[in-house]
């Protein structure tokens, strides 16, 4: 790895160029990260097993040779498997407009909404292909350092074949599965979509299940297979994912906690506090004084 290409932790959250921004980060990642959304498109290259990207409620366990792509809007945050892990990754922030302007060059990269990107963020290029991808994102690695006249031009050409390469991957989605295994994911992700919009209304996994037309064990260990949670562990971290948006961005707490399907308010604050290591009136004060958390980007 060369180091000199290693960017340092920046908590910021808005592009400062009106193009792109790329960095090659390798640090100690914190263990949970604020959800969050921008005006922007960026993709997220793990480089280091161990993390979970989570994007309008879809959970993706990611490992080298894999990558997510975030259109403007869509809400996401990044956990760790254990608190202190060492992550290395790489992210690419696009801004919207330049993607626009190079269109002429990519008339396979398209259906970059949220709509049309739901349940569909992951990216698994073959081998050949994600090394490639990779030797692109140190081409522009190199150029920002270099910054001479001919970056500007030479930046635009290797944006394009990197989103070639993207849209060459996601004709072809759900790659790398075989038909069964596509099929299971599909399942699942169907399962993931149901959740999320009923958070409000009573869920338990043998509901699931007969909504599913699938047996309860073959639903949880499927379910667990395909993102590394139960079930039950998904409906009680996507609540609690919803109701730290709504509380963060102004809401009641008391309000937040029945919309989000919490009928008990003592057990929604011991899992809040659990989980975000603070506890709901916090995230109010914090939301209030316009405190931001650190965020893995």
Not at 255 to 267: I, K, L, N, V
Request: with cysteine; proline share 5%; charged share 20%.
């Amino acid at each position: 790895m060369n180091l000199s290409y290693v960017s340092p932790f920046d908590v910021r959250q808005v592009m400062q160029q009106d193009d792109f921004e790329i960095f090659h980060r390798f640090d100690t990642a914190p263990g949970f990260i604020t959800p969050h959304s921008h005006d922007f498109y960026e993709i997220f290259f793990p480089r280091t097993e161990g993390v979970t990207y989570i994007i309008d409620g879809h959970r993706y366990r990611l490992s080298p040779g894999m990558l997510v792509l975030i259109a403007p809007g869509q809400v996401h945050h990044s956990e760790v498997a254990e608190p202190g892990l060492v992550v290395e990754r790489f992210v690419l922030w696009l801004n919207t407009s330049f993607v626009e302007s190079l269109a002429g060059l990519l008339p396979r990269f398209r259906n970059l909404s949220p709509e049309d990107l739901k349940g569909r963020n992951l990216i698994v290029p073959d081998q050949e292909t994600y090394e490639l991808m990779i030797g692109l994102l140190f081409s522009l690695l190199h150029e920002k350092q270099l910054n001479d006249m001919d970056s500007a031009s030479l930046n635009r050409l290797v944006v394009a074949q990197l989103l070639i390469h993207i849209s060459r991957v996601r004709s072809s989605a759900p790659s790398g599965m075989s038909g069964r295994n596509a099929q299971r994911y599909k399942e699942i992700m169907g399962v993931y979509e149901y959740i999320s919009t009923h958070l409000k209304d009573p869920l338990s996994v043998s509901e699931l299940a007969e909504q599913f037309f699938m047996d309860k064990n073959t639903l949880t260990r499927q379910f667990k297979h395909v993102t590394g949670m139960t079930p039950a562990e998904c409906i009680r971290r996507k609540r609690l994912d919803a109701a730290y948006m709504m509380i963060s961005h102004g809401a009641g707490i008391t309000e937040s906690c029945h919309e989000c399907g919490f009928t008990d308010y003592s057990a929604f604050y011991r899992a809040f506090r659990q989980v975000y290591g603070i506890s709901p009136s916090d995230c109010a004060a914090q939301a209030q004084s316009g405190v931001k958390l650190e965020q893995l980007e």
